[in-house]
């Protein structure tokens, strides 16, 4: 079936460090990718998608492809806040579109 | 514009008995999708519920049941709660069927005894 795999957490940085958290998949087809993020407190929030191969979404700084050949939606942020600190969650479109299967996601931690 | 709605946001119960949460869709929206989320398992999708008919169902048993009224309100009931049913319990809405864009609450938190 469908499944998504995450790097494991937790990721400490510092303030304006590169992030990279990696995501692969198995799906059938070429379902849709998403990133979600957690904040302390609250429901999730859909940070970006993509829909397509090669496809690149991005948001408040935060970017993924869609990478059909190494299936993978990796995401990247250049310079991170202590704002960014939170749960990061990888998930893509299962079969029948009526839900979405997550990664175990990945809690992050920036220090001023 | 109101986002989506959970009530009630904490609750504790014992072993053997049944609970009832309920989720109020962003208005306009149609579906209303249920996840359990729990440190061991992650997220994991229980059912979904569009124009009040069940659309499609996660791997639980039956005593997980929802239901969809007519104004696109969700509740979701746990029978005879087992303490592995202690977790968050979080409702997200889409304008149509489907995973596309969904928005979701901040969840219920049910801790069972």
């Known amino acids: 079936g469908d499944s998504v795999t995450q790097m494991e957490g937790p990721v400490t940085l510092s303030e304006e460090a590169f992030l990279t958290i990696n995501c692969t998949y198995t799906?059938?087809?070429?379902?849709?990718l998403f990133w979600y993020v957690q904040y302390p407190g609250e429901g999730l929030q859909l940070l970006l998608k993509?829909?397509?191969?090669?496809d690149k979404g991005s948001n408040k700084g935060f970017e993924a492809t869609y990478r059909k050949e190494t299936t993978s939606f990796h995401l990247e942020k250049g310079s991170v806040q202590v704002s960014d600190s939170a749960v990061y969650f990888c998930?893509?479109?299962?079969?029948?579109?009526?839900?979405?299967?997550f990664g175990q996601g990945t809690r992050l931690t920036i220090n001023p | 514009k109101a986002g989506v709605t959970q009530t009630p946001r904490y609750l504790i119960k014992t072993r053997g008995q049944q609970v009832t949460l309920s989720c109020s869709p962003i208005s306009g929206h149609r579906s209303v999708s249920w996840y359990q989320q729990t440190p061991g398992q992650g997220l994991q999708f229980l059912f979904e519920?569009?124009?009040?008919?069940?659309?499609n169902k996660g791997n639980f048993p039956g005593r997980f049941s929802g239901r969809q009224f007519s104004n696109s309100r969700s509740e979701m009931n746990v029978s005879t709660l087992e303490l592995g049913d202690s977790a968050l319990y979080l409702c997200?809405?889409?304008?149509?069927?489907?995973?596309?864009?969904?928005?979701f609450g901040a969840g219920s938190r049910l801790t069972v005894l």
């Open positions: 993509a829909t397509k191969a090669d």
């Open positions: 997200a809405s889409s304008l149509n069927s489907g995973a596309n864009v969904l928005t």
């Open positions: 998930a893509l479109e299962g079969q029948g579109a009526q839900k979405l299967v």
């Open positions: 799906a059938t087809g070429y379902p849709s």
């Open positions: 519920y569009f124009s009040e008919t069940q659309r």
